[in-house]
């Protein structure tokens, strides 16, 4: 069996320190090969013991087979997507919705709006509908990160709180088409309250294109085909990515992440330990 896939399979009865080890081996292979023991057990914060039981429990003599193993962990080739069946149509559609959102992007301004998440006393993040689960899903990381984040998604609860904000706070509005009313009557409230408004949408000329103070612009997928249910929220999505990408480069919300992924993972392996 292919070391990596092991490892994979085996992270849930391994105690907690081990997994921080084996987490580091599947994330990173490569610089793992590169390291000696020590240095491996200082960059996870585990004892070099710990590190030992791991490698026995993979089947390995001692560290140096295990990187062997690795190296000789070829990756495993794509399968090649058939022309013209349904998967390279949708292959097709997602390849399209990311090249053109890429063209629009400036990763400049991407910072900037990093800096201003990075600098707020809280950030609220609203979407109604589809965009209601991507606000939902980004606050989670947000708040993973240490950053007070708050998915708002019903728009009574947007008046509200665009109501009680100020200048320190952030509104990071989600909508593809940017015309949706109560939020855009939100964000605008939130607006005059003092606080900064992100807006991402797929429609330039929007509402919510015009009013935010750091509009940024993804394909709309309604303009590449509009007759198949396919995911709406995947140019936004490819945006938020970036952005948390970038967040991460500080190394506060890199340790803030970390700590939390291994508070998750324990709370789902605690009763193989």
Do not use: W
């Not at 605008?188 to 103070?213: F, N, P, R």
């Not at 394909?219 to 396919?230: G, L, Q, V, W, Y």
């Not at 948390?244 to 190394?251: A, H, I, R």
């Not at 992924?261 to 009763?271: A, G, S, Y």
């Amino acid at each position: 069996m292919k070391i990596l896939k092991k490892i994979e399979e085996d992270l849930p009865s391994l105690s907690r320190q081990e997994r921080k080890v084996a987490l580091e081996i599947i994330q990173n292979p490569q610089k793992v090969q590169t390291m000696n023991i020590t240095t491996l057990a200082k960059k996870v914060a585990v004892s070099n013991a710990t590190i030992t039981r791991f490698v026995k429990k993979m089947g390995c003599h001692d560290f140096y087979e295990l990187k062997l193993n690795l190296a000789s962990n070829c990756p495993v080739e794509s399968k090649e997507i058939s022309k013209g069946s349904i998967a390279d149509e949708v292959f097709s559609f997602y390849k399209s919705v990311l090249g053109d959102t890429a063209d629009r992007i400036d990763l400049d301004e991407l910072k900037e709006i990093v800096q201003v998440i990075s600098n707020c006393r809280r950030i609220y993040v609203f979407g109604i509908g589809s965009s209601g689960y991507t606000a939902q899903e980004m606050a989670q990381r947000l708040i993973r990160m240490g950053i007070a984040a708050y998915p708002m998604t019903e728009s009574h609860i947007m008046y509200i709180t665009s109501g009680i904000i100020n200048k320190d706070d952030v509104i990071l509005a989600l909508s593809t088409s940017g015309s949706t009313t109560d939020l855009n009557k939100a964000a605008d409230l939130a607006q005059q309250s003092g606080a900064k408004v992100i807006g991402i949408t797929g429609v330039e000329k929007s509402h919510l294109y015009e009013l935010a103070d750091y509009p940024v612009l993804v394909k709309n997928s309604e303009f590449i085909d509009n007759t198949h249910f396919i995911n709406s929220q995947f140019a936004i999505t490819y945006v938020l990515d970036i952005i948390t990408t970038l967040l991460l480069d500080n190394s506060t919300y890199q340790e803030r992440l970390s700590h939390t992924v291994e508070i998750v993972m324990d709370n789902k392996f605690r009763n193989n330990n």
